[in-house]
Every structure is written in structure tokens, then in C-alpha cells.
């Protein structure tokens, strides 16, 4: 029995082997540019993810084999302005990788993760008549809401210091719940202490990696968990949907406003066309709050540091925004050409759409840079990696707040902070709080001036504080701890909270759990099998018995 075990191993591992070579001399890819072990595992890719340098990665990868390179068996990463427009641009058969499946806030899908280019489309159509509708409100909401913002963060410099990524994220989601619903979460009000759904927007990237990871029976269980952080990242999908479904029964309440949501039921009403149900509605709404609190809140910070790190940028925008009327709108900001060309720099270097895309290459394949791409092969591309192209954004690791005044035809094209195509954001967002940074009466603690991060990690999660000086003039204290894909203390690494050691831990115990359940089953069927074979000896004992008997 033994024996056979041995035998079946060693000849798998034998099939694993010729499989390997022959994928390495004549595999589709085979000829492709990229690190030799690419032929034989991705693995390398996988840990950089994990570990969130999985950009610089590829950017050192990209510098040395060119625009396209292997990087797993069938996996291929692009980093070129054409190869981006020709996997993401509009008329782009290229499709959402599976793994869009596991993500859900319910049982219905969701516009981000759709992977049917019909019903995508039919979504953002519905959708983008509900964004359309806001465009006045949108404006008045914001700036209410961002002056809001700015008077909570001078009250809590006034008492020590005040965190600044934290009131803009609570900006961010009052103002994406106002839009939506008609009235906001009130996060701003209460600084997000106390109240569950902050915390679970917080902990809304490491619980898309556990639906990544986990089937559902298992996720169900970490709800339950002992461990703390991983019972609160297990609540995150059903905290944030419940906080939603809440806020949409009052939707067409008196005490709610004009909202998305409701624009889009009395549309359908008017159309007898049928709306999404109240389950495709919460979903939306869920995956909005996710996708939009952080990203907006992480380029805000930037953009506030970085203006008021230098402090001849910071008084030549004082200047700009100084000649405003009281009532300004989006197009007097788009008027002044260094503020909108500092929030497109941000917007560039801290890209909101920083991380790593899986598509899948249509069945007929696609050609990039004279490389054919059979179908079926996975794509990464990413928008971090198009905004650093050197040879269209010179020093692309500097922080340049002119760049955008006059860009090129190519910087134009390069600049994807938003992705492009049809899958790309439906609503982007218009920063009109930054002129209200000359009330700040900010500067940089002289120790926390040097951005060591500033360009190689993620913008997401950042802790911004300002402390009173002697003088109670606040200034802009950097606390360089991100909790979300960048450098915690002593080279460990955190994605979402997760540390590079919890996060392969937990990987060890689900392994552990898979071969528990294998062997199980496989003692299962051998007690079976055994069971079965005593019986038919018994009964051919009982025979020979008889025979003998007779």
C-alpha cells in the first residue's frame, strides 16, 4: 500500500517536472523576455503582493526585459502607454480575472465586479444617470462637508494634535453617503470613534483578500475567530452592508435629501423600467464607500503634504486661491492653473488606482509591442507603473507641481489616475477642499520632512497629525506608519493590518486545514475500502465453511 502511495507521488511530481520543460522550451510564452523561474512558478509575484512591493518589483523587472515580461507561466505583466490602452482602452476584449468572482458584499455583483462586458455596461448606464443627477448637489455637499472637515481638524490641533487622514477619510464617506443615499454617515461629526462601520472601512482591503482566499465556509467562520483582527475583518462585508441597507430604507423619507439612489427609483417609476433591487442597491452602495473613502482620503493627504512641505509652492497657491469669490466652484479651481496642476501631480504620483489589475487576454489573443499573447493568459497592468514612465514624466519620483500646467499629448494620455475605458471610475471626485488650506496655518515638524515612502509605496492608510508648537501654530507631524502594503518596523510588512507573518501563518493554517480534510477523506475511503474487504472475507469464510460442512 505503501509502496503505491510512493509511486503515485514520485509519478506527479515527475508530470509536474515534463510539464515544467515543456512549458519552458515550448510553451506559448516560452520566448518572452522575463527572470528564468518565470517559466516554472509565479510565486515571486505572489509574495511581492503579499508583501506589497509588488510595483517596485515590476518596476526593476520592467527596466531590465522591457514592457513585457513573463512573470509566471501563463502570467504577463505590460508597462508601456500602448500596452495599457490596449489591455484597458475603450474596444478592449480583455476581461476581469475570476477572481472578481469571490469579492461580494451580498449575493448580488457588483459594477466593480462584474466580469460580463454586457452587464457592466447596462450597470454603469443606470448608475451614471444616478451620478449625472448629483452634479449640482454634488458640489454644495462637498464644500459643506470639507469646511466641516477643516473646522474638526483645527479643534483637535487646538487640543494636542489632530490626524488629518483620519477627518479626510471621514469626509470622504460623509460625502460618497450624502451623494448616495441622501444623507450622510455622520462620521465627521464623531471624528469615526465609536462607530463600526469606520472601523470596517478600515478593514475593508485584508477582507477582500480572505474572500480571495477562503470559499465561503470558511469565511463564515472567522466571525467567530478568537483572534482579534481576523474576527474584525471577518465582520467587515456585513457590518459595512447592514450600515448601508439601514441608511436606504429612509431614502425617500422626508429627512433625506436628493441622493442617487433616489433619482434612480424615481426614474424607473416614471419609466416603468425595473431598478435594481434593494440587495443590488446596498451592494453598490457598499463597494462605493470602499472603493472611494480610502483613495480620496490618501490623496488628500498627499497633496496636503506635499503642498505644505514647500513652502514657496504652498504661498504661490495662497496667492491663487486668495483671488476666489466667496461662492467658487469646481471651474474657478480648474481656473487656477498651480492648484489643479499640484492635485493632478498628486493624483500622479499617489495614484488612487495604484494597485495591481488582472485581466484575462480574449480567446483570439492580442499582439503588445510585437509580442503575441495567446488567450487566456493573465495580464497585470497598473496605473503606478504608467505614471512613472520615464520617458514620458521626466524624474517621475519627484514631485514636480508645475508638470500639469502645459502636458504633453503623451502626459495626458499617461495620466490614468481614474483607469480609463469603460471600466473606468464612474464619478471622479473634485477636491475642493485644498483651497481652504491657507486657514490651516500649517508646517513641517523639522524632523519629519524627508518622505522616504513618498514614492514607492501605497498611498492608502496614511496617519497625518498636526501638533501645536510653542506658539500654538500647529505643524504637520509625519507618522510614517501606513497600514496598508508598506514597511512596518524591522522589514516586516503590512497589508491591511496584516503582517507578512500573519498573513503566511494564516496561509500555513489553511494548507494545514486542506490536508486535515484530505486525509480525513482519503482515512475515510481506507475505512471503507477496509470495511468492505473484512465483510467479503467474512462471507467467503462463511462459504468455505459450508462447503466443508456439505
Not at 491663487?320 to 481656473?335: C, I, M, N, Q, R
Not at 503588445?368 to 493573465?378: A, K, S
Not at 508598506?486 to 498573513?503: E, I, R
Request: with cysteine.
Amino acid at each position: 500500500m505503501s509502496v503505491t502511495i510512493v509511486s503515485a507521488v514520485a509519478l506527479l511530481f515527475v508530470a509536474i517536472a515534463l510539464k515544467a520543460l515543456s512549458n519552458f522550451f515550448r510553451g506559448p510564452l516560452s520566448a518572452l523576455h522575463g527572470p528564468w523561474y518565470t517559466h516554472f512558478t509565479g510565486i515571486p509575484l505572489l509574495y511581492t503582493r503579499a508583501t506589497g512591493t509588488s510595483r517596485q518589483h515590476l518596476r526593476r523587472i520592467h527596466k531590465f526585459y522591457g514592457p513585457v515580461v513573463r512573470v509566471g507561466p501563463s502570467e504577463v505583466s505590460i508597462n508601456s502607454l500602448d500596452g495599457y490602452y490596449k489591455v484597458h482602452g475603450v474596444g478592449s476584449r480583455c476581461i476581469k480575472a475570476p477572481v472578481f468572482d469571490s469579492i461580494r458584499f451580498s449575493h448580488s455583483p457588483m459594477l466593480f465586479t462584474m466580469r460580463d462586458p454586457k452587464l457592466h455596461a447596462q450597470r454603469k448606464r443606470v448608475l451614471g444617470r444616478g451620478f449625472a443627477a448629483m452634479k449640482e448637489e454634488q458640489e454644495i455637499t462637498i464644500r459643506r462637508l470639507a469646511e466641516l472637515a477643516v473646522s474638526k481638524i483645527k479643534k483637535e490641533a487646538q487640543d494636542g494634535r489632530a490626524d488629518v487622514y483620519k477627518w479626510w477619510r471621514c469626509l470622504a464617506v460623509d460625502v460618497i453617503s450624502e451623494m448616495a443615499v441622501g444623507k450622510s454617515f455622520e462620521l465627521l461629526e464623531s471624528g469615526g470613534q465609536d462607530l463600526p462601520v469606520f472601523k470596517a472601512l478600515g478593514n475593508a482591503g485584508p477582507s477582500v483578500i480572505l474572500q480571495v482566499m477562503l470559499p465561503s465556509s470558511l469565511l463564515a467562520l472567522t466571525k467567530w475567530s478568537p483572534i482579534t483582527w481576523l474576527r474584525d475583518v471577518g465582520q467587515v462585508t456585513e457590518i459595512i452592508f447592514n450600515r448601508v441597507s439601514t441608511a436606504l430604507k429612509d431614502v425617500l423619507s422626508p429627512s433625506c435629501g436628493p441622493s442617487m439612489v433616489r433619482h434612480m427609483l424615481s426614474e424607473a417609476e416614471l419609466s416603468k423600467r425595473p431598478v435594481l433591487s434593494d440587495d443590488e442597491l446596498g451592494s453598490e452602495v457598499a463597494m462605493m464607500l470602499v472603493a472611494g473613502s480610502d483613495s480620496t482620503a490618501a490623496t488628500l493627504t498627499y497633496a496636503t503634504w506635499e503642498i505644505i512641505r514647500n513652502p514657496n509652492l504652498r504661498r504661490k497657491i495662497e496667492d491663487e486661491v486668495a483671488g476666489l469669490p466667496e461662492d467658487f466652484t469646481s471651474k474657478d479651481l480648474e481656473a487656477l492653473p498651480l492648484l489643479s496642476s499640484a492635485l493632478e501631480e498628486a493624483l500622479r504620483m499617489y495614484n488612487p488606482a495604484a494597485a495591481l489589475v488582472e485581466r484575462i487576454v480574449p480567446p483570439a489573443g492580442i499582439s503588445v509591442h510585437g509580442w503575441d499573447l495567446p488567450g487566456g493568459t493573465m495580464v497585470y497592468t497598473t496605473g503606478w507603473l504608467v505614471s512613472r514612465l520615464e520617458d514620458i514624466f521626466p524624474d517621475p519620483d519627484v514631485f514636480d507641481a508645475t508638470r500639469f500646467i502645459n502636458p504633453s499629448h503623451e502626459q495626458s494620455r499617461a495620466h490614468v489616475p481614474f483607469s480609463i475605458g469603460a471600466r473606468s471610475c464612474i464619478e471622479n471626485p473634485v477636491p475642493v477642499s485644498l483651497p481652504t488650506l491657507p486657514d490651516f496655518n500649517l508646517k513641517l515638524a523639522p524632523q519629519l520632512t524627508t518622505p522616504y515612502f513618498s514614492h514607492t509605496h501605497s498611498a492608502s492608510h496614511l496617519s497625518e497629525m498636526i501638533i501645536p508648537n510653542e506658539q500654538d501654530a500647529p505643524k504637520l507631524a509625519r507618522r510614517v506608519w501606513p497600514a496598508y502594503m508598506t514597511p512596518k518596523g524591522g522589514g516586516a510588512f503590512t497589508f491591511g493590518g496584516l503582517t507578512s507573518t500573519q498573513m503566511f501563518i494564516m496561509g500555513g493554517v489553511l494548507v494545514v486545514v486542506v490536508l486535515l480534510v484530505v486525509a480525513a477523506c482519503a482515512a475515510g475511503g481506507s475505512d471503507k475500502k477496509k470495511s468492505t474487504d473484512e465483510e467479503g472475507g467474512d462471507d467467503k469464510e462463511d462459504e468455505e465453511t459450508k462447503c466443508d460442512g456439505e
